[in-house]
Structure formats: C-alpha cells, structure tokens
C-alpha cells in the first residue's frame, strides 16, 4: 500500500504564496514522476506541473514564471511553491505520484486534495 497527502493549502490573497507539500508512504521502492493537477469547481481536473524522477519539470501555461515544483527523493516529498497567486487560481489540488512498490509493482497514487482559495 502506498499513501500521497497533501498538505500547505489555505486562503490567501491575490499576489500572495502558498508551498504545497506532497508527501508519499508505504512500500515505496522508488517514485517515477510526480504531478500536480487542480480542480475548480465545475470544471475537470488540469494539470498544473509535473517533475520525473529526473528532476526535469514540466508546467501549464497558465502557472509558468509563478509556479515552481521540486521533489525530495530522500523524503519522498514532492512541493509546489506558488507564487503571485490569482484568484482564478483557486481550486482543489491533488497530487500524484506513480510508485514503484517493494514488490516491483506500478502504481498511480492520488492524495485526497488540499483546497487553495485566493481572494481579490
């Protein structure tokens, strides 16, 4: 079993920052790439940066120049520092790891979401 929580959400104002924190547990052999992805209310989910095992990062449009995503391998954390935060950035964010396990299995794990709100 493989657990990802997130953490580091709240509300803050237009301009503002917020680090998300993704955090992954279990039997974890190794973490291949992790994802950020948000979901507005009444709208699908939206990738927002993604980072490969690698370290090579890849990011919406939307966020590019303002978002910035990193990993801990030794930690098996993964961060999204925000920056510059608008309000149309307010959504549910969830992050997702794709696990190697202790048993060589590939698994996708999703976290539960942490809710970002900006006001204006």
């Known amino acids: 079993q493989v657990q990802v929580v997130e953490s580091g959400g709240g509300l803050v104002q237009a301009g503002g920052s917020l680090r998300l924190s993704c955090s992954a547990s279990?039997?974890?052999?190794?973490?291949?790439?992790m994802g950020w992805y948000r979901q507005a209310p009444g709208k699908q989910r939206e990738l927002v940066a993604t980072?490969?095992?690698?370290?090579?990062?890849n990011y919406a449009d939307s966020v590019k120049g303002r978002f910035t995503i990193s990993r801990d391998n030794a930690k098996n954390t993964g961060y999204l520092q925000m920056n510059s935060l608008k309000p149309e950035d307010t959504a549910v964010y969830f992050c997702?790891?794709?696990?190697?396990?202790?048993?060589?299995?590939?698994?996708?794990?999703w976290g539960q979401g942490t809710q970002v709100t900006v006001s204006s």
């Open positions: 997702n790891a794709d696990v190697v396990t202790t048993t060589w299995s590939s698994v996708s794990v």
């Open positions: 279990g039997r974890i052999y190794n973490i291949n790439a």
């Open positions: 980072i490969t095992g690698l370290s090579r990062t």
